[in-house]
């Protein structure tokens, strides 16, 4: 009994040593004073292990000791096994910044720093800007009709969007742009969102563009030529980076400059014959500018002694010769502008460098730094945006479409994708929210970048389909009154691109993560690289602290212990705990992943994407635990809360149990598991009780649809297109009244005081009228209000012929132009 007794006290000793990473000695003292205790209590062989123990740690723990025998092994194993860091890495992993993503890496999250940086919201001149110019805006767009004809925004549309400066969102107000603020922009392209050609019209030329290439790098001159006008739409910015043979892979872009002399404007300059073909540019049919990235070099050795200069950017004018631009793709589901552009022995001088020729080379640097903040806002807020809407739309419908005498909103196959949908709204607008609030604070979040981009997309899709399912026929038959059909059929386009889902899945999060966000493996590498060894050692040993460490957290904190989280409401501590539970374990898993597969891990794609999971799973709770704890909680919110915040844990559980389960060494699934999942998985799915309230409440004129589904277009002006939203908030207002007289009419037709061949609303209503069941004005009221619902509930039809295009001439042209001319 004493030596159990004995063992368990040296246990939580070391554990809490541990825990706190409190170092070696700390731990050397727990063994030794257990190791004399053993000894003075008549257990002399545990107490001399104990002490042997200590002495070992001394040995491999004391940095005197160490650095003599054992540091420069190991220095020399890493040597061997860390991954080869490319050039074109170095300069991905070295963009943009950390923050969150690094407090949730290290396994002991510090709250204050996410807590401290509020959401102080946007100016009154922004807000003022989404609810007027965004509003009218959204009202002269009809998404049937630019679906169906695939041509493009009104004109009218174009030089509204001009006139206001939609275009120049992010351009200073010095250069004639508007100035707004991250979370500005995103509130204007979730607005936007109602139609994707719309938000992606707007987004694109406020993100990874010649906008904000030319104001980090632009030329003084440049910025005061090009800025004004691309702020009021005298030019219309694309950006050719993507081509045939390199999509994602963007080093590997096959188009050339080689710097030469040659003629320009009458006079022989030294400048850049390009030679490229770039594929699905966004506004390339229209655009007045193009950005061109291209791997440029110097045979002639015209610049200095370097040939291979690198990728490069510069801004050429459409009119440039030998530049063919204008054609079109097809894009699935929204026709924006997006185009093939095509260029042969294409000279311009140096000037159009973007930044000039002291930027020649940088071009891969510039990409991914504005990366690292452009992919945070556009498809993300398209993607939150679309959510808005999406739930508004479907629980609007859900609410007045009846079946079997009752809202199919009551229906419990109906309540479950409902509260699904209001779950991924919620958290989206919280994600999106707060790290735009990070931007303007002055961070660079590369990786939430990439969190963002793959999860809210994924969301969204989800969220359409659910939402599309709810609709059934109503749905999945197109034409004017279809607000959603083609929203869903868009989805792939922002799964595709800025980064195919996949590749950002299983390549980017954790990839660059491991690296970017760990507290000591940059410094690990930094040492390998210069060869350092005490540098290493340093590094090293803190790793392993942080291992031992996070071990300890990951284990004492599954049982409720430590991990405190204070700041926080009562309803939210225990999910700060959590997250603090969950990410020790992350970090722990993630560096027992990197020590056990070493560089092989980059090939190992399906266990890195499970190492993504639960990093984005947790940054995404963590952001919609922050936007419940600044902001007031609506009725009904609090059950939202406990549902997204459930789902999202169990998502990251479930990452950590698969990644254990897919480990190549078993043995170290097992203790892993062990470790970090003790209890098993303390999370699963919601409960049906929080399904249903939710579900009622989004279908509802409720406080807490009205927060959702906030900074929309929700209004329905005169001469504006048809606004289906509005329309199902106002029939929403008018459902407590008319849900009892439902029940009324259907009663009274079951006891017989309605004509038996009373079977359609209308004539229920009219006999109920008649025979003094309802009272006259009730009538009235349930005709308009049954006249609205059939209005929303009906679908398009057409002539005949109505999609049958005129057979175009083709006498005298070939296979591939009569192709092209159809």
């Known amino acids: 009994m004493t030596q159990i007794i004995l063992i368990l006290v040296a246990l939580a000793g070391l554990l809490t040593v541990m825990a706190r990473e409190a170092g070696a000695l700390a731990a050397i003292g727990v063994l030794a004073v257990t190791g004399l205790i053993g000894l003075g209590v008549d ?63 290290s396994g002991k999250p510090q709250w204050d720093t996410l807590t401290a940086q509020r959401n102080d919201g946007i100016s009154s001149e922004e807000q003022a800007f989404i609810d007027q110019q965004c509003s009218i805006a959204c009202g002269m767009t009809n998404s049937w009709e630019i679906a169906r004809e695939r041509a493009d925004l009104p004109a009218e549309l174009w030089e509204f969007l001009k006139r206001e400066k939609f275009f120049g969102m992010i351009i200073p107000k010095q ?16 607005k936007l969102a109602v139609n994707e050609t719309l938000m992606v019209t707007v987004g694109v030329p406020n993100s990874l563009g010649p906008g904000e290439l030319l104001l980090k790098y632009g030329s003084e001159e440049q910025k005061d030529f090009y800025l004004p006008r691309l702020a009021d739409g005298r030019e219309i910015p694309c950006f050719g980076l993507t081509g045939p043979r390199a999509g994602s892979d963007a080093t590997s872009i096959p188009d050339t400059g080689i710097v030469c002399r040659d003629m320009h ?17 966004t506004l390339a049919p229209v655009a007045t500018v193009v950005g061109l990235a291209f791997r440029m070099f110097d045979p002639e050795h015209l610049l200095g002694d370097v040939e291979d200069i690198g990728i490069s950017c510069a801004l050429i004018p459409r009119d440039t010769d030998g530049m063919d631009i204008g054609r079109r793709h097809h894009p699935i589901g929204a026709p924006f502008m997006n185009g093939p552009i095509f260029g042969k022995d294409v000279f311009i001088p140096l000037s159009y460098l973007i930044g000039g020729q002291e930027m020649a080379g940088q071009g891969w640097k510039m ?3 504005c990366l690292s903040v452009g992919r945070c806002i556009t498809l993300p807020s398209g993607s939150a945006g679309i959510s808005r809407y999406a739930l508004g739309w479907s629980a609007g419908f859900a609410r007045v479409r009846r079946q079997f005498n009752l809202p199919v909103a009551e229906m419990e196959g109906v309540q479950e994708p409902l509260a699904r ?3 991924m709204n919620y958290i989206s607008q919280a994600a999106v929210l707060h790290t735009a609030n990070m931007i303007d604070n002055g961070h660079k ?38 607000y959603i059909g083609v929203a869903y059929a868009g989805t792939p386009v922002s799964i595709t691109v800025e980064g195919a889902n996949i590749m950002t899945r299983n390549l980017m999060i954790f990839g660059q993560g491991a690296i970017r966000c760990h507290p000591y493996v940059l410094d690990e590498l930094a040492a390998k690289d210069a060869d350092d060894l005490n540098a290493f050692d340093s590094a090293f040993f803190s790793h392993a602290g942080l291992i031992f460490g996070n071990a300890a957290r990951a284990f004492t904190q599954s049982f409720g212990i430590g991990g405190k989280a204070s700041g926080f409401d009562a309803i939210a501590t225990p999910y700060a705990r959590h997250i603090n539970r969950v990410s020790a374990a992350f970090s722990l898993s993630a560096d027992a992943a990197m020590a056990s597969l070493g560089a092989s891990l980059k090939a190992r794609e399906m266990l890195s994407a499970r190492l993504g999971d639960v990093l984005s799973n947790l940054y995404l709770a963590s952001l919609t635990l922050k936007q419940w704890h600044e902001t007031e909680a609506t009725e009904h919110e609090e059950a939202l809360f406990h549902y997204s915040m459930q789902w999202l844990l169990h998502r990251a559980e479930t990452a950590l149990d698969e990644l254990f389960a897919n480990l190549p060494n078993r ?27 939710i579900a009622r409440a989004v279908s509802t004129d409720s406080a807490l649809r009205t927060k959702l589904t906030a900074n929309t277009w929700d209004v329905q002006d005169e001469g504006q297109q048809d606004n289906a939203l509005a329309r199902y908030n ?43 069941i309802l009272s006259g004005e009730d009538g009235d009221f349930m005709r308009t209000f049954e006249a609205e619902v059939l209005d929303m509930l009906t679908v398009d039809h057409f002539e005949f012929d109505a999609f049958v295009r005129q057979t175009m001439s083709t006498e005298g042209t070939s296979s591939n132009e009569q192709q092209n001319a159809a």
């Open 175 to 190: 250069y004639g742009g508007l100035g707004f603020s991250a979370k500005a922009q995103s509130l204007v392209l979730q």
């Open 667 to 693: 043995a170290l699934g097992t203790i892993l598991r062990v470790i970090a999942l003790p209890r098993g998985r303390q999370f699963a799915m919601p409960k049906d009780t929080l399904t249903r309230e």
């Open 43 to 105: 257990a002399p062989i545990l107490g001399s292990l104990l002490l042997i123990a200590a002495a070992l740690v001394a040995i491999c723990g004391l940095p005197a000791l160490r650095t003599k025998w054992l540091s420069p092994r190991l220095f020399d194993m890493f040597k061997k096994v860390s991954p080869k860091v490319s050039a074109t890495e170095k300069v991905a992993l070295e963009a943009g910044t950390v923050f969150w993503d690094a407090e949730l890496f």
């Open 730 to 772: 106002a029939l929403l207002k008018d459902y407590p009244r008319a849900e009892p007289i439902y029940k009324t009419l259907a009663k009274a037709y079951h006891k017989g005081e309605i004509p038996a061949d009373a079977l359609s609303p209308e004539e229920r209503i009219e006999a109920a009228v008649e025979a003094g």
């Open 421 to 423: 949908m209001a779950a």
């Open 445 to 482: 979040p590369a990786v939430p970048s990439a969190i963002l981009k793959s999860q809210l997309t994924e969301m969204a899709r989800s969220l359409l389909a659910d939402g599309m399912d709810i609709h059934g026929g109503r749905g999945v038959t197109l034409g004017p009154r279809n």
């Open 265 to 281: 404007e009458g006079e022989e300059v030294v400048g850049i014959r390009l030679n490229f073909e770039k594929r699905w540019i």
């Open 367 to 369: 990409l991914v730094e």
